[in-house]
């Protein structure tokens, strides 16, 4: 029988605790954004241009730096990284205290942080699992999907007060110090990575690389389908988060403060969802059924959320919470427990690939049909596009998920 006490051993303890410092900052900070650029620009165009111009580096740089974070210490990248980006943020902080708002500027920055964040992320996402003991995939994952929900539901009302009070600027500080704390606390994860190391990495090589990522991906159908379902449901939830912000900012009776609720309200589903999971462990030959299932309610939900009463919205965001965190549990430690972990960073540069590519375009495409159609209406658009993607590329394709998803990890 495994000891499951196990699960909290050195190094899992240690990558949990400064991924929830890093949340603590990083919640408010990108609650405040999208805000701060529609009230200073008054236009859903200029706030889907600014949040597509960040997601570029997100599109283009996973498949470009993947393979070199398959053959480097995954571990002195995120330590690197956190202590970069928290020196940004607090420089960044510091200097907004007297100057005025330049989209241009917010621009630049946000630019910088997201090329920063998808090399971070690749690295992250690779070495995650392997501080997860053996046996408790679910259970480490369970804990992972439950850290930004709770700092969300708990922090998001505080952000909202902290960004009309003082403003942008010492949210922007708060997570730069947060940044370098969780860098200092990440020096102590104690992983031996082995052979991944390489001296000389050469031009063929890398090419190769990237080869075999693609390669693994035809092969392996249920990854693949997976992986374009993400892309299409996060372009549908994209376009619905970013049509939130002019729904709330322009509403004759709503405001920031029902936003912020509003948000809470998922993250609390998030937080109840993920303590279920870390309590209950799903039986293997159901997974698939219950992750499809909740695909195409999430999507519905989404759909129809700006059509109904605001109590209703936080019920119905509660939901899509609870049912969100099940479902990204199911598929992570799925996924990732199934894919090789010397392909890891290299396949996952793909679905990162995917995810915001279709995030980039659904701020494109959601500053354009904002502009055109009712807010309600845009984000029905958006929803459908989500319930179209489930069925079509998860319940179509059941044989080839479910053997990924049906498993006992």
């Known amino acids: 029988m495994k000891n499951r006490s196990k699960l909290w051993d050195r190094n899992f303890t240690i990558i949990t605790i400064g991924t929830i410092i890093s949340a603590i900052g990083s919640i408010g900070l990108n609650f405040a954004l999208s805000i701060v650029v529609y009230n200073n620009t008054s236009s859903i165009m200029l706030t889907g241009i600014y949040n597509a111009v960040i997601i570029i580096p997100q599109v283009l740089f996973p498949v470009l730096v993947a393979p070199y974070i398959d053959r480097i210490s995954r571990k002195k990248i995120i330590v690197f990284l956190d202590y970069l980006l928290g020196a940004i943020y607090t420089i960044f902080g510091v200097y907004l205290i007297s100057t005025d708002f330049n989209y241009y500027l917010f621009i630049v920055v946000g630019f910088i942080a997201s090329t920063i964040g998808v090399i971070y992320s690749l690295a992250y996402n690779s070495l995650f699992p392997d501080l997860i003991p053996e046996g408790f995939a679910q259970k480490g994952y369970s804990v992972s999907v439950l850290i930004y929900p709770i700092i969300a539901a708990s922090f998001t009302p505080i952000a909202a007060i902290v960004y009309e009070s003082v403003g ?160 990204a549990n199911i598929r992570e430690s799925s996924v990732q427990s199934y894919i090789p972990k010397e392909k890891r960073a290299r396949v996952n540069s793909f679905f990162q690939l995917l995810v915001f590519g279709g995030m980039f375009l659904a701020n494109l495409v959601a500053g354009v049909l904002g502009e055109i159609f009712s807010l309600p209406i845009a984000g029905a658009v958006f929803g459908c596009c989500g319930v179209v993607g489930a069925l079509i590329l998860i319940c179509k394709n059941k044989i080839e998920i479910s053997k990924i998803y049906n498993r006992d990890i």
């Open 168 to 327: 942008i600027e010492i949210l922007f500080i708060i997570e730069g110090v947060l940044l370098l704390i969780c860098a200092s606390v990440e020096l102590f994860i104690k992983y031996e990575e082995g052979n991944r190391i390489a001296d000389k990495y050469k031009l063929q090589e890398y090419f190769t690389d990237i080869k075999e990522g693609v390669l693994y991906l035809k092969k392996e159908k249920g990854i693949l389908f997976i992986y374009l379902y993400i892309a299409v449901t996060i372009f549908a939830s994209q376009g619905v988060s970013l049509l939130l912000v002019p729904f709330f900012q322009s509403h004759m009776v709503y405001n920031t403060t029902h936003y912020s609720l509003l948000l809470s309200a998922e993250t609390i589903g998030r937080t109840v969802g993920g303590v279920l999971h870390y309590m209950i462990k799903i039986p293997e030959g159901k997974r698939y059924a219950i992750a499809s299932k909740v695909y195409i309610i999430y999507d519905l939900l989404d759909g129809v959320l700006m059509f109904v009463a605001f109590p209703i919205m936080v019920i119905m965001r509660f939901i899509e919470g609870f049912l969100g965190v099940n479902s």
